[in-house]
């Protein structure tokens, strides 16, 4: 069945360091990929978001890039802060977009000041 | 713009027990699903709607669970007879429709089943 696959469970920065979270996907049907943070007692907040026909995109901070060929997208945080502290997920559309996501496993981030 | 809104936030029951979550989407949002988050995953489709129609149920255990979004807007999800295995958070989130897939996800239920 379809199958996302999420590394590092686990990244500790420093402040003012970059952070890499990377995902593979297994559906070549999946055309759309967000990510989400997600803090203690929470649900997931959308932080980002990427369409199969662009290969990056970036908003402030956070910019996600994508390979379709290799079926792989990443997330990354620059200049990261205490409050980026949290845990992020990857997901990826079941099939094309406008149907339910496949998550990853997430990645516990801690960002120390 | 209200969110999606989730009740109750926490429950605790005992196996065998019936419980049931209430879901309130973002006014207009046509497409609502239930997701299961089992402590340190991800979360899980269980059901996704397209107004009071069933789209995608192909992972809801229908032995136990049931979900209904009769009106079209807000939905319930059932339980009866619940697992230890149950225990998990169900998330319940909306997106706009076909052609807008953004999903906006609520506060969850944390279930215990003891």
């Known amino acids: 069945g379809e199958n996302v696959e999420q590394h590092p469970s686990t990244l500790s920065v420093q402040e003012g360091d970059s952070a890499v979270i990377k995902c593979t996907y297994s559906?070549?049907?999946?055309?759309?990929f967000p990510w989400y943070k997600q803090e203690l007692g929470k649900g997931p907040q959308l932080i980002i978001d990427i369409r199969s026909n662009v290969g990056e995109k970036k908003d402030q901070r956070i910019a996600v890039t994508l390979n379709k060929t290799a079926k792989h997208f990443s997330l990354h945080i620059t200049e990261t802060q205490p409050e980026d502290s949290a845990v992020y997920f990857c997901a990826a559309s079941i099939r094309q977009a406008g149907t339910a996501l496949i998550f990853g496993k997430g990645t516990t981030l801690s960002v120390s000041s | 713009e209200a969110g999606v809104a989730q009740s109750p936030r926490y429950k605790i029951i005992e196996k065998r027990q019936s419980v049931a979550f209430w879901c309130n989407p973002i006014s207009g949002h046509a497409t609502l699903y239930w997701y299961q988050q089992i402590l340190g995953q991800g979360p899980k489709l269980l059901i996704q709607?397209?107004?009071?129609?069933?789209?995608?149920d192909s992972q809801l255990p229908k032995d136990r669970f049931s979900a209904e979004r009769l009106k079209g807007v807000d939905s319930t999800l059932k339980i009866q007879p619940a697992k230890l295995e149950d225990s998990a958070v169900y998330l319940c989130?909306?997106?706009?429709?076909?052609?807008?897939?953004?999903?906006?996800f609520g506060p969850g239920t944390r279930l215990t089943v003891l």
């Open positions: 709607f397209q107004n009071n129609g069933v789209v995608d």
């Open positions: 989130a909306s997106s706009p429709g076909p052609g807008r897939d953004t999903q906006y």
């Open positions: 559906d070549s049907a999946s055309n759309y």
